[in-house]
């Protein structure tokens, strides 16, 4: 089992950047499927980015269409933590972001039904 916190979103104008962090505790020793997903009001959860994390491995990176060439997910393993790299942010990118994980394993990462452990959240707000 794993605990999962995020941090860094904050209002900002169009064109700024971001870096979300996602802190993972617990049972850490083993590999996990990482996302990062963000829901906007009214709307469903979207994904955003996914890493493998393996201790010890280099990890393998997807973007949503929506983010590709815009963001950015690097680990550091030294903190548990992973983090996601917003540039170029848009009113659109909007939303609560949260991390996630699920077995390595996994293969259909893009849906949210493959994750067991989320974190709470944290909210992005970007003015025009």
Request: with cysteine; net charge neutral.
């Amino acid at each position: 089992q794993v605990q999962l916190q995020e941090s860094g979103g904050g209002l900002v104008q169009a064109g700024d950047s971001l870096r979300l962090s996602c802190e993972i505790s617990g049972r850490t020793s083993i590999g996990y499927t990482v996302g990062w997903f963000r829901q906007a009001p009214g709307k469903a959860r979207e994904f955003v980015a996914v890493t493998k994390l393996i201790p010890g491995r280099t990890s393998t990176v997807d973007y949503a269409d929506a983010v590709k060439g815009r963001a950015t997910l690097f680990r550091d393993d030294s903190k548990n933590a992973l983090y996601l790299q917003m540039n170029s942010l848009k009113p659109e990118d909007s939303a609560v972001y949260s991390c996630a994980a699920g077995s390595y394993y996994s293969g259909n990462y893009y849906s949210p039904a493959i994750y067991d452990y989320w974190g709470q959240g944290t909210q992005v707000t970007v003015s025009l």
